[in-house]
């Protein structure tokens, strides 16, 4: 099991920004596909966007496309969120995940990655 750890969530105003971080606790993290997923409030979890290994490919969930952006720093082992323009329906607790498998396995069996963080706060108030 891959154990992550998110940070950079907060609570922001409708159109601002936040970036988030997500590590692997005592290892790096080249090997794996990587991911961001979130939960709103009294919703079911859902994908927010994902990027391949290499970080030479990415996937967005539409209501996010444009406003969010995913990237990797192979060196730092770290994965990010770039977050602008943020809305009310952002709210939620946003997740990193990690598999071996692609990322469109990832999107499609999220249940099934191989690893997950607990989770950080994002609440962005109108």
């Known amino acids: 099991q891959v154990q992550l750890v998110e940070s950079g969530g907060g609570s922001v105003q409708t159109g601002g920004s936040l970036r988030l971080s997500c590590t692997r606790s005592?290892?790096?993290?080249?090997?794996?596909?990587l991911a961001w997923f979130r939960q709103p409030p009294r919703k079911e979890r859902e994908f927010v966007a994902a990027?391949?290994?290499?970080?030479?490919?990415?996937k967005y969930a539409d209501s996010v496309k444009g406003r969010f952006t995913i990237s990797r720093d192979h060196d730092k082992h770290t994965l990010y969120l770039q977050m602008i323009d943020l809305k009310p329906e952002d709210t939620a607790v946003y997740f990193c995940?990690?598999?071996?498998?692609?990322?469109?396995?990832?999107?499609?069996?999220?249940?099934?990655?191989?690893?997950w963080g607990q989770g950080t706060q994002v609440t962005v108030s109108s």
């Open positions: 990027i391949s290994r290499s970080g030479g490919a990415t």
């Open positions: 995940a990690a598999d071996r498998d692609p990322i469109e396995s990832m999107i499609a069996r999220p249940d099934q990655n191989d690893g």
């Open positions: 005592g290892g790096d993290l080249t090997v794996y596909s």
